[in-house]
């Protein structure tokens, strides 16, 4: 069946340091998301990726979408206190209605 | 408000227990999610409705039983659980259509120990 993998687990950084997590795809998807959970809460949605290398920004977040749908990005730049969490990708096959999570990248941030 | 109501948030109960937890949406979705997440282990889907009807069961156990009476209501009953089974249980919904998959929106997830 479809697999998301997600790296790194954890990442531990200073303030203002840039961060990235990466998200592989044992097949092709027709559609990637992010979620980002804080800590003690739920998953809440962050954005949708549907196109062949499409990128999309909000604010200081960067999102990638390979050219083959089969490996997505985020990148934060300048980090901040309250971007800690737990990052997940998600990602959506060509059929049924199940998306399948990765196992999420904790991020913490001193300052 | 995050427009996905679960209860209740906490429940501590014996393995010769029953119980069920709830969820409720008030977005007008027409899918609806029930998910395990505990430390080790990442998001694990259990089942999916799609307008009502059961579309996806990821070998839960039998002990899990859901009901979906309607399209924004949501149950999963518990009985004869085991330790293991102890984890934050979320239920989530969406706008599911044909060729996409919608943004899912989570409630706050019910915290279950098994005694």
């Known amino acids: 069946g479809q697999q998301v993998m997600q790296i790194p687990q954890y990442q531990h950084v200073q303030e203002g340091e840039d961060f990235t997590t990466y998200c592989n795809s044992s097949?092709?998807?027709?559609?990637i998301q992010w979620y980002k959970q804080r800590p003690g809460g739920h998953p809440v949605f962050l954005i949708q990726?549907?196109?062949?290398?499409e990128v999309k920004k909000q604010k200081r977040l960067t999102f990638q979408f390979g050219e083959a749908k089969k490996n997505s990005s985020l990148h934060i730049t300048a980090t901040q206190t309250t971007d800690v969490g737990t990052y997940f990708c998600?990602?959506?096959?060509?059929?049924?209605?199940?998306?399948?999570f990765g196992k999420g990248t904790s991020l913490l941030v001193t300052p | 408000e995050t427009g996905v109501t679960q209860t209740p948030r906490h429940l501590v109960m014996g393995m010769t227990n029953k119980k069920s937890l709830k969820c409720e949406q008030h977005l007008g979705h027409n899918a609806m999610y029930w998910y395990k997440q505990s430390a080790k282990k990442p998001l694990e889907l259990m089942f999916v409705?799609?307008?009502?009807?059961?579309?996806e069961n990821n070998s839960v156990p039998s002990r899990f039983s859901p009901e979906c009476p309607n399209s924004s209501h949501l149950f999963l009953h518990l009985h004869t659980l085991q330790p293991e089974d102890s984890a934050l249980y979320l239920c989530?919904?969406?706008?599911?259509?044909?060729?996409?998959?919608?943004?899912?929106?989570f409630g706050d997830g019910t915290r279950l120990s098994i005694l």
């Open positions: 409705y799609n307008f009502k009807e059961q579309t």
């Open positions: 989530a919904s969406s706008q599911a259509r044909v060729t996409a998959e919608g943004p899912q929106h």
């Open positions: 990726l549907v196109k062949s290398g």
């Open positions: 097949t092709t998807l027709s559609n």
């Open positions: 998600a990602g959506h096959g060509n059929s049924g209605y199940a998306l399948n």
